[in-house]
């Protein structure tokens, strides 16, 4: 150390340099201590989304595949409801806007896909359930079920692989205001 300091006070010309080299080191140390705490919060969010949209798809996947082995009944259905708004209220204690993209194919709106057809799902088991309160579930019940959580489970499954996401077209009615 003491053989460079010496140089640079033979050259003298070079000690300015020496000086700003040294300071620009000191702001990239700074800078990188400064948001190294940011960027692993980024991380740790994305990281944490990516799981939360997991364990969405798990609940309707699971609840899809076990139906086909029993016939419904009003509990279980309730039950079913009940395991896919507890992924809903965790997705939404999940600070979604902090995450950086926002985009239309971004992690935050299948966040808020995921937590919305989970809510959807949960209001139709729980109208079935009151449906069918009192009687034996048939297979065409088991049928309708398990059509419509598989439609949702498509839709999640979609989203997740990056396909693109087309709305719903409505049937046009005629000009002479009939269907």
């Not at 010496?6 to 000191?26: I, N, P, R, S, V």
């Not at 439609?151 to 009939?178: H, Q, V």
């Amino acid at each position: 150390m003491y053989a460079i300091v010496t140089w640079f006070e033979a050259h003298d010309k070079l000690a300015g340099w020496a000086q700003f080299l040294g300071a620009m080191l000191a702001l990239a140390v700074t800078y990188f201590t400064a948001f190294a705490l940011v960027w692993r919060r980024k991380r740790q969010l994305k990281k944490a989304a990516a799981r939360l949209l997991s364990h969405g798809y798990e609940a309707i996947e699971s609840y899809h595949r076990t139906s086909a082995n029993f016939l419904p009944f009003p509990l279980s259905l309730r039950q079913a409801g009940l395991s896919m708004m507890v992924i809903v209220e965790e997705i939404n204690r999940f600070p979604i806007y902090e995450l950086d993209d926002q985009g239309s194919r971004s992690i935050a709106r299948y966040l808020v896909a995921t937590s919305g057809t989970l809510h959807a799902l949960r209001l139709f088991l729980d109208t079935v359930a009151n449906d069918m309160e009192g009687r034996e579930a048939n297979e065409d019940d088991q049928t309708i079920i398990r059509e419509f959580v598989g439609e949702r489970l498509n839709f999640i499954r979609d989203m997740r692989a990056g396909a693109e996401l087309k709305r719903p077209e409505w049937p046009l009615r005629n000009p002479t205001g009939s269907s």
